[in-house]
């Protein structure tokens, strides 16, 4: 299989669309990440991927602490902007409103939900580490939000 078919297929498989919000020696970071997902209940352990030479990884250690944010369909900006490597850490935050998480890491105001999670492992894998976390708190919207699709590299909306 050629590396367009393996993205092609790949791409094929919907998902929703997250922010993985973390901090060290005081700059915040945060990514636009779909390959977030759910591992364990008992205890409560999620996953995602993460691109070797992506900034985020600085912050990313041994019991860092990490938010993952859920978005909704109205912010598609904040998906693209956390996904432009042209910006600085501290420009991905340029006019998004946030508030802190009870360990200091971004919530990003009006996500469908978050939740506050610790590192765990650091599994290398290919070109991407894999980083699973344990959870330590959530919140999730009281308000009927929809969410962010990602589909064939297309940011998409729910009908
Ligand atoms: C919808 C969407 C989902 C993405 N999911 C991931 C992901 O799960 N893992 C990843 O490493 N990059 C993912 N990216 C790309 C990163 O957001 C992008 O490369 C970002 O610039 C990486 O951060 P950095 O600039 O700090 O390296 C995704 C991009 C988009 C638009």
């Known amino acids: 299989m050629d590396k367009d078919l393996f993205k092609k297929i790949c791409g094929s498989f919907t998902t929703g669309v997250t922010v993985i919000t ?4 005081n700059i915040d970071y945060g990514f636009t990440a779909n390959s977030f997902t759910s591992v364990s209940i008992d205890p409560f352990l ?26 909704n369909e109205q912010q598609t900006n904040i998906c693209n902007q956390f996904a432009n490597n042209k910006f600085t850490p501290e420009q991905r935050f340029n006019n998004i409103e946030t508030k802190n998480s009870s360990n200091q890491i971004k919530i990003i105001t009006n996500s469908i939900a978050y939740l506050e999670c610790q590192v765990t492992s650091k599994i290398e894998s290919g070109d991407h580490y894999i980083y699973i976390g344990k959870v330590l708190e959530g919140h999730s919207s009281d308000k009927a939000l929809k969410p962010l699709v990602y589909q064939n590299g297309l940011i998409k909306k729910l009908l």
Do not use: Q
Not at 22 to 25: G, P, Q
């Open 22 to 25: 973390s901090k060290d020696k």
């Open 46 to 71: 999620i996953l995602f991927c993460l691109n070797k030479d992506a900034k985020s990884n600085i912050a990313l250690n041994n019991k860092s602490y990490f938010n993952v944010n859920i978005l």
